[in-house]
């Protein structure tokens, strides 16, 4: 481990040639935080760069694979060496006073989102406030990588110097998709859909939103559950996939999970029960399979949308939830049991005694029950 972390020192100071003192000091920052920290981010982010390195120290051992992100990453440290406001944050963050901690975790949240960047742009350039000056932005401040704080950024917004918010929705995300061969292991895949740099914003995120950017894909990071501020996370509309990482339901202050028309898939941990802030849990239009759990506990409940899952049909108490109704829970929406539909009205509807919960506020015909186009409309 320390060896690797060596490795990774100098690469950063070879990046760093061009500013070369900070380059220095950015490094044993790095180096400092990853050894010296209690929270497990740092463990991953330590774990990462081990296995990142293992190429050079084990010489011929094959397990050893090109990391995904060493081309995002290299690209963010280049452009870290010459930033401005990095350069002036790491000046900052070698006084030893009381503020320099702070000033460390702002200079790593700036290089996560630089990494953040670059791995999210690897087909084409994002439709909205990219680097590049020729897409729409509303102030070149607002650019990312703009030498403006980086809290200024489309996108991101934060308390205290430090990232809050990272709302990246409809951008034209695209990262690396495993090649066709690939897709035979339907069920497991192995990439994040972001960077483990992406957990040094874990100490103080609330909010992340990657929603509707079709060429994101990639799993939900095992890491989520080191976000514990984090409220809501909301990546419907992506090519995202893989299993709900147990992690999550650690994160007790989440309100929100809004992960409908993806392609995640598993089981519905009985540990979705520990979320008793949750409010909204939109998983439709997924590959979800088995029991739902009984979620009779989590009293908050707004909304729920199992509907275009494999869900097993709902027991005759609907996992808790019809008592709920009386409630603050307002939609409860499934698949319908196999019936007709009719119209009422313009609104597709199924006949009386079909909805597959007594309680459900509506049904969904499941895939090739009836023409989708038609229902498609007003879902
Ligand atoms: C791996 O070793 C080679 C040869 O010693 C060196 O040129 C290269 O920079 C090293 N790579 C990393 C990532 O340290
Ligand atoms: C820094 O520490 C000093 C002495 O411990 C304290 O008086 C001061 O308020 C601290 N400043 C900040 C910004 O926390
Ligand atoms: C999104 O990016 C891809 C390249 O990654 C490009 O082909 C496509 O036109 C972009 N779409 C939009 C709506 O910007
Ligand atoms: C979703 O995953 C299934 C296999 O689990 C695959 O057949 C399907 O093509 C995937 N859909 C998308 C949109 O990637
Ligand atoms: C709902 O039904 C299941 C299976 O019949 C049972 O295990 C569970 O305790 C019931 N929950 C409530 C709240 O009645």
Same mark, same amino acid.
């Given at each position: 481990?320390?060896?690797?972390?060596?490795?990774?020192?100098?690469?950063?100071?070879?990046?760093?040639?061009?500013?070369? /003192?900070?380059?220095?000091?950015?490094?044993?920052?790095?180096?400092?935080?990853?050894?010296?920290?209690?929270?497990?981010?740092?463990?991953?982010?330590?774990?990462?760069?081990?296995?990142?390195? /293992?190429?050079?120290?084990?010489?011929?051992?094959?397990?050893?694979?090109?990391?995904?992100?060493?081309?995002?990453?290299?690209?963010?440290?280049?452009?870290?060496?010459?930033?401005?406001?990095?350069?002036?944050?790491?000046? /900052?963050?070698?006084?030893?006073?009381?503020?320099?901690?702070?000033?460390?975790?702002?200079?790593?949240?700036?290089?996560?989102?630089?990494?953040?960047?670059?791995?999210?742009?690897?087909?084409?350039?994002?439709?909205?406030?990219?680097?590049?000056?020729?897409?729409?932005?509303?102030?070149?401040?607002?650019?990312?990588?703009?030498?403006?704080?980086?809290?200024?950024?489309?996108?991101?917004?934060?308390?205290?110097?430090?990232?809050?918010?990272?709302?990246?929705?409809?951008?034209?995300?695209?990262?690396?998709?495993?090649?066709?061969?690939?897709?035979?292991?339907?069920?497991?895949?192995?990439?994040?859909?972001?960077?483990?740099?992406?957990?040094?914003?874990?100490?103080?995120?609330?909010?992340?939103?990657?929603?509707?950017?079709?060429?994101?894909?990639?799993?939900?990071?095992?890491?989520?559950?080191?976000?514990?501020?984090?409220?809501?996370?909301?990546?419907?509309?992506?090519?995202?996939?893989?299993?709900?990482?147990?992690?999550?339901?650690?994160?007790?202050?989440?309100?929100?999970?809004?992960?409908?028309?993806?392609?995640?898939?598993?089981?519905?941990?009985?540990?979705?029960?520990?979320?008793?802030?949750?409010?909204?849990?939109?998983?439709?239009?997924?590959?979800?399979?088995?029991?739902?759990?009984?979620?009779?506990?989590?009293?908050?409940?707004?909304?729920?949308?199992?509907?275009?899952?494999?869900?097993?049909?709902?027991?005759?108490?609907?996992?808790?939830?019809?008592?709920?109704?009386?409630?603050?829970?307002?939609?409860?929406?499934?698949?319908?049991?196999?019936?007709?539909?009719?119209?009422?009205?313009?609104?597709?509807?199924?006949?009386?005694?079909?909805?597959?919960?007594?309680?459900?506020?509506?049904?969904?015909?499941?895939?090739?029950?009836?023409?989708?186009?038609?229902?498609?409309?007003?879902?």
């Amino acid at each position: 481990m320390k060896r690797a972390l060596h490795l990774f020192a100098l690469m950063l100071c070879q990046q760093m040639s061009s500013a070369q /003192d900070s380059g220095v000091q950015l490094a044993q920052q790095l180096i400092n935080h990853v050894q010296s920290s209690e929270l497990s981010s740092w463990k991953h982010l330590a774990d990462f760069l081990s296995a990142a390195f /293992d190429e050079n120290s084990s010489g011929s051992d094959s397990s050893a694979t090109e990391d995904q992100y060493s081309s995002a990453r290299r690209k963010a440290l280049q452009w870290l060496s010459t930033d401005e406001y990095a350069i002036t944050l790491s000046n /900052d963050a070698n006084n030893n006073n009381n503020e320099s901690d702070k000033k460390q975790l702002q200079l790593l949240q700036r290089y996560a989102l630089a990494t953040i960047y670059y791995s999210t742009s690897q087909n084409g350039k994002w439709n909205t406030c990219d680097p590049d000056t020729s897409t729409p932005c509303e102030s070149d401040n607002h650019r990312f990588l703009s030498s403006s704080n980086h809290l200024s950024w489309e996108g991101i917004n934060g308390k205290n110097g430090l990232v809050i918010w990272l709302d990246l929705n409809t951008r034209n995300l695209s990262n690396h998709c495993p090649s066709s061969h690939d897709s035979h292991t339907q069920t497991t895949v192995h990439y994040d859909a972001l960077p483990p740099e992406m957990a040094l914003l874990s100490p103080s995120l609330e909010l992340l939103w990657l929603h509707s950017n079709p060429l994101l894909c990639g799993r939900i990071p095992s890491y989520i559950g080191e976000f514990s501020n984090l409220q809501t996370i909301s990546v419907y509309s992506t090519k995202m996939s893989g299993s709900i990482p147990n992690s999550l339901y650690n994160i007790e202050k989440l309100t929100s999970i809004r992960l409908y028309r993806c392609n995640f898939s598993g089981l519905i941990s009985d540990d979705m029960k520990k979320l008793t802030n949750l409010k909204w849990l939109w998983i439709h239009e997924n590959e979800f399979t088995g029991v739902l759990p009984d979620l009779g506990e989590l009293t908050l409940l707004e909304g729920i949308t199992l509907h275009g899952n494999g869900f097993a049909k709902l027991e005759s108490n609907s996992s808790g939830l019809c008592p709920l109704l009386k409630g603050s829970l307002k939609y409860l929406w499934v698949d319908c049991e196999d019936g007709s539909l009719v119209k009422e009205g313009d609104e597709w509807a199924v006949v009386e005694g079909k909805t597959s919960c007594e309680c459900c506020t509506r049904c969904f015909p499941r895939d090739g029950t009836v023409d989708n186009s038609a229902v498609a409309v007003d879902s």
